[in-house]
């Protein structure tokens, strides 16, 4: 990436964060939240609707819909198809929102569809559209939409943002849904029950389209899901959730979306149905997203990332974390996440593996505070202490690690921007390598 295209993205990002960014918003209730997905509409028009020229895969889901989606990417590109992969939030840099055949978006693709996004809402406002009332998440959907346009994707993945009904994404006509799993998340937003937030999630869902998902129609969820499906002719595929490891339940999802879509006629650039097996292991290896169990050294000390932030996705990685060499012992754990998360359940997530939880925040009034955290997590009985910046809490559990007589391994999680705080430092250290 050139100066030039790194100053051209910035200034394109300072117009951009003039704008309400409804994902670190001031407040979090849902009625001060706008949702519509009009506005993304009405700018895609105005951009001359690139996702209409992209054949499209939809997922949603409370845990795993972001590496499900760069699974599917990936098979999509070993098939030989120009493929995009547009996922959220980024970790350290907008670019990563939107992947191309695997590779971040460059900044001079990224910083033109930006502008020209601005430049859509900016028309909207004086002819009364309703781009007009376009929000931070509308605007970068639309221009990462563009740029893969931009770019000759000929596949487009789409993970969906918040939900699934409302979200700035579901103005895609996807030829195979994905609803992954659902648990309470965003209650304030998607509704106080699982069948509720699933129905919020099966507003992705098309007419004649396919579905896959691991929900069981006899399930609160599923059956909510299994009607709405009933209703509009769409083909359901239903994959255990009982899979060993996070992965190999985001890769049951992703094989069973190649079959499908093979099922339906797709087919590899070379003239074969799309199937399963374009997902081999180097092509499996490839497809990990920042944050995403994500594992580090660091002086003899195995630190491990992931932005889960439901009790559940928590339990599912402290098992599929604790099953591999390094991180079987007692975890010291980095903590840090959003007010409307549900810190209790979290905290009892962590309460059987944890050595001790350091406490800390990204520095939000949208987050917990480290005293906040540390508060309930000594009411539960955990050994607590805080800090009071990311990397300050990494460097305090990295010292109680190495003074321990035990092994210990450092956990961070709770947050994606709490990932993102404490990752460049990791990677400048030590190269990573994948779960």
Known sequence: MDVNGNERVARALARLDELINWERRKRSSAAAMRFSIEPARDLLRRLGDPQRRMAVVHVTGTKGKGSTAALVAAG???????????????????????????????????????ERTLAAREAALA???????????????????????DAGAEWLVAEVGLGGRLDSTNVVTPEVCVITQVELEHTTVLGPTRAAIAREKAGILKRGASLVTTLAEADEAGAV???????????????????????????SLARAVLDELGRRGRRTRAGSALSHELLDDATVRG????????????????????????????RDVLA????????????????????????????????????????????????????????EAQRLGLAAETAATPMTALDRALAIARGARAELWVLVIGSLYLAGAVRPALVRVRPERRC
């Open 76 to 114: 999509l590109t070993r098939a030989g198809w120009r493929t995009a992969l547009y996922t959220s939030p980024h970790v350290e840099r907008l670019n990563e929102r939107l992947r191309l055949d695997g590779v971040d978006v460059d900044d001079e693709l990224l910083a033109a569809a930006i």
């Open 320 to 375: 599929d974390l604790r099953a591999r060499p390094g991180t079987t012992g007692k975890v010291v754990a980095v903590l840090g996440m959003g007010r409307d998360k549900d810190l209790t359940g979290i905290l009892k997530a962590l309460e059987l593996h944890s050595e001790k939880v350091v406490c800390t925040s990204v520095g939000s009034e949208l987050h917990y505070t480290p005293e906040e955290i540390a508060g």
């Open 287 to 314: 497809a990990a997203l920042p944050g995403r169990l994500e594992v580090h050294e660091l002086d003899g000390v195995t630190i491990a990332i992931d932005g889960a932030h439901v009790p559940e996705s928590v």
């Open 127 to 149: 002819d009364g559209g309703p781009a007009r009332e376009a929000t931070w998440f509308d605007l970068v959907t639309a221009a990462c939409f563009a740029a893969a346009g």
């Open 225 to 251: 899901v299994a009607e709405v499906a009933r209703a509009l002719d769409v083909r359901v595929v239903r994959v255990p959730g009982d899979a060993r490891s996070i992965l190999e339940r985001n890769l």
